[in-house]
């Protein structure tokens, strides 16, 4: 009887193992390879698989298992190839997608929440590190209390941008370009300021919130998060629910110690995406148009 290839990954039956050559060509790092008819895995195995489950995925007779995952959770393609939208039908997702700021006095059920974050354990991230953490903020007074520190940071940042002492501490705390931008926006900014003294919620736009964080030293998580905020916003439309992106939520929940404590991320994790959500109120009637497609052929 021939010996398993085992060790802390994977475990590879083979008398199940056909030699098809299937996961050498799938594995994206070619740690698997054939020796004396035997499939065998190289030494750095351990080192250098991201247990991405291509060769797992790709076994006609499934010799290969991830240890680390639980097999009840595989599912046959096939099976799912028979449930996906048209191209067109996915095209329609996308243009019915729309950022809203408005959201009726309904709390979204945790279950409705749930089952779109768990979308995102499917969603690309690099090296497969899985870098993503959720903190969902459903409770309206934390909101508020978010909403509040946004603002008085604005107001922080214009009063400093408003004078040439405060801009010279500005350029010690943003890069040059930011700095710039944002001094470029300070009368938009100072309408917003007045806005929300009339009680209008510009930061949070009075919606419960998904803030997207991940371990910092991992890297990449601003792709990450953005990977995964994307299939939140198209799970959120299928179920009725609405979206926005919180940028300046995401800017000063990595500056604001009072707002890190309020969403409970942890000292090592950076926010890379936030997110508002709820039933929108708005109804529109037509999709407005956008700029042609920008792509050189190369």
Same mark, same amino acid.
């Given at each position: 009887?021939?010996?398993?290839?085992?060790?802390?990954?994977?475990?590879?039956?083979?008398?199940?193992?056909?030699?098809?050559?299937?996961?050498?060509?799938?594995?994206?790092?070619?740690?698997?390879?054939?020796?004396?008819?035997?499939?065998?895995?190289?030494?750095?195995?351990?080192?250098?698989?991201?247990?991405?489950?291509?060769?797992?995925?790709?076994?006609?007779?499934?010799?290969?298992?991830?240890?680390?995952?639980?097999?009840?959770?595989?599912?046959?393609?096939?099976?799912?190839?028979?449930?996906?939208?048209?191209?067109?039908?996915?095209?329609?997702?996308? @243009?019915?997608?729309? %950022?809203?700021?408005?959201?009726?006095?309904?709390?979204?059920?945790?279950?409705? =929440?749930? !089952?779109? &974050? /768990?979308?995102?354990?499917?969603?690309?991230?690099?090296?497969?590190?899985?870098?993503?953490?959720?903190?969902?903020?459903?409770?309206?007074?934390?909101?508020?209390?978010?909403?509040?520190?946004?603002?008085?940071?604005?107001?922080?940042?214009?009063?400093?941008?408003?004078?040439?002492?405060?801009?010279?501490?500005?350029?010690?705390?943003?890069?040059?370009?930011?700095?710039?931008?944002?001094?470029?926006?300070?009368?938009?900014?100072?309408?917003?300021?007045?806005?929300?003294?009339?009680?209008?919620?510009?930061?949070?736009?009075?919606?419960?919130?998904?803030?997207?964080?991940?371990?910092?030293?991992?890297?990449?998580?601003?792709?990450?998060?953005?990977?995964?905020?994307?299939?939140?916003?198209?799970?959120?439309?299928?179920?009725? @629910?609405?979206?926005? %992106?919180?940028?300046?939520?995401?800017?000063?929940?990595?500056?604001?110690?009072? =707002?890190? !404590?309020? &969403? /409970?991320?942890?000292?090592?994790?950076?926010?890379?995406?936030?997110?508002?959500?709820?039933?929108?109120?708005?109804?529109?009637?037509?999709?407005?148009?956008?700029?042609?497609?920008?792509?050189?052929?190369?």
């Amino acid at each position: 009887m021939m010996e398993n290839i085992s060790n802390s990954l994977i475990e590879v039956d083979r008398e199940k193992c056909t030699k098809c050559e299937a996961c050498i060509g799938a594995c994206p790092a070619q740690l698997y390879y054939i020796d004396e008819e035997i499939l065998k895995i190289a030494d750095i195995f351990e080192d250098t698989c991201i247990e991405c489950g291509h060769c797992v995925a790709i076994c006609p007779v499934q010799a290969i298992h991830l240890k680390n995952y639980d097999k009840a959770e595989m599912r046959k393609v096939k099976k799912l190839q028979q449930h996906i939208p048209s191209f067109e039908s996915f095209k329609n997702l996308a @243009l019915l997608r729309r %950022s809203r700021r408005q959201f009726k006095d309904k709390e979204v059920p945790k279950s409705e =929440i749930e !089952k779109i &974050l /768990n979308l995102t354990r499917y969603s690309p991230t690099a090296k497969n590190t899985q870098n993503l953490y959720f903190s969902v903020v459903t409770d309206k007074k934390i909101v508020s209390q978010i909403s509040k520190e946004l603002n008085n940071q604005m107001k922080m940042f214009v009063n400093l941008a408003e004078e040439e002492r405060g801009r010279e501490i500005l350029k010690t705390q943003m890069s040059e370009k930011g700095l710039e931008q944002s001094l470029e926006m300070l009368p938009q900014t100072k309408w917003i300021l007045q806005k929300v003294e009339e009680g209008v919620d510009f930061w949070c736009w009075n919606g419960q919130l998904i803030s997207i964080h991940g371990e910092a030293e991992l890297g990449g998580i601003s792709e990450d998060t953005s990977l995964a905020a994307a299939q939140i916003m198209l799970g959120a439309e299928l179920l009725g @629910l609405g979206t926005c %992106s919180l940028g300046y939520l995401t800017y000063f929940s990595n500056r604001s110690k009072k =707002i890190k !404590k309020l &969403l /409970n991320i942890p000292k090592d994790h950076r926010v890379g995406y936030s997110l508002a959500i709820g039933y929108p109120v708005a109804t529109y009637q037509r999709i407005p148009p956008r700029e042609e497609l920008k792509v050189d052929w190369i």
